[in-house]
């Protein structure tokens, strides 16, 4: 039996048989071997090596207090706006390296797309979970800072699991939108990074959506979920005010990126050696 065969006879099982899942759980080992290759590659032959980590958020953190906290002075109450920003970064970071490199993962291992079969999903997919290294390395500055600046933690810090949760899934779910498309449109890569410029500073990150005047909030977390998400981690973690109609705005929307990027990219599966 050809690959060719096998590949054909792989498409046929549709997103509601449970066969596809079984298929990536049996190729984990794969799974897991790609994250470690990424992990790898990541910090290889680097002067600074694995301090990149942590420099990354600290130096955007450091620009974001100047340009943010002293410059413009946005409004953070009594939390201190390190502590404000960082919230933020933290999760915007995790979900800005997610769709970059899941966006790009399809085209860079092509070869061995042609070659064998796997499941094709466990390549984006295993981008998410090299994420977390960073998420976690953010999260733990963002704890010492909050120590540093004396900022109390929050009760709310008991919904944090559902909190991350959304956010692996906008992060998955847009990467793996991404790359599908990109197999079929290659110009999808060349705007990835300009939507990562410019939804850092159309994302709540550095400042609050309290900002947005009231007529266009309802649009504004229709057309970016991750903000909602943002705004409950940041409720999660220092407290204060969570609007729940706009949150739940953001689930529905996160929920139908995540649901629709399986069902595209499992529709792709079937022609996605052909076309590469």
Not at 26 to 52: C, I
Not at 180 to 196: K, N
Not at 224 to 240: D, T
Request: hydrophobic share 55%; net charge positive.
């Amino acid at each position: 039996m050809t690959v060719k065969t096998i590949i054909n006879n792989s498409s046929k099982i549709t997103f509601l048989n449970i066969n596809w899942l079984r298929d990536i759980i049996y190729y984990k080992d794969l799974f897991y071997t790609l994250a470690w290759r990424e992990f790898r590659v990541r910090y290889a032959q680097t002067f600074l090596g694995f301090a990149w980590a942590f420099l990354q958020p600290l130096a955007t953190l450091f620009i974001f207090f100047f340009v943010f906290g002293k410059a413009i002075k946005v409004d953070t109450g009594t939390i201190p706006y390190p502590v404000f920003a960082l919230i933020g970064l933290t999760a915007w970071s995790y979900f800005s390296f997610v769709i970059s490199t899941a966006g790009r993962s399809i085209i860079t291992e092509s070869a061995m797309i042609k070659k064998i079969y796997f499941p094709r999903l466990v390549i984006p997919l295993s981008k998410a979970l090299v994420g977390l290294i960073d998420f976690i390395i953010s999260f733990l500055l963002l704890i010492l800072s909050m120590i540093y600046f004396q900022t109390p933690l929050s009760i709310n810090v008991l919904w944090l699991p559902v909190f991350l949760i959304l956010i692996i899934l906008i992060s998955v779910g847009v990467g793996i939108w991404i790359s599908a498309l990109s197999i079929r449109f290659r110009d999808v890569q060349h705007i990835i990074p300009f939507y990562i410029q410019i939804g850092l500073y159309a994302t709540p990150v550095a400042y609050s959506s309290s900002l947005i005047p009231i007529k266009y909030q309802f649009i504004y977390h229709i057309l970016n979920p991750l903000a909602g998400v943002i705004e409950g981690f940041r409720w999660c973690m220092i407290g204060g005010e969570l609007r729940l109609t706009y949150f739940l705005y953001s689930i529905i929307i996160i929920c139908i990126i995540f649901i629709s990027s399986l069902f595209y990219f499992r529709k792709v599966e079937r022609v996605m050696a052909d076309i590469l």
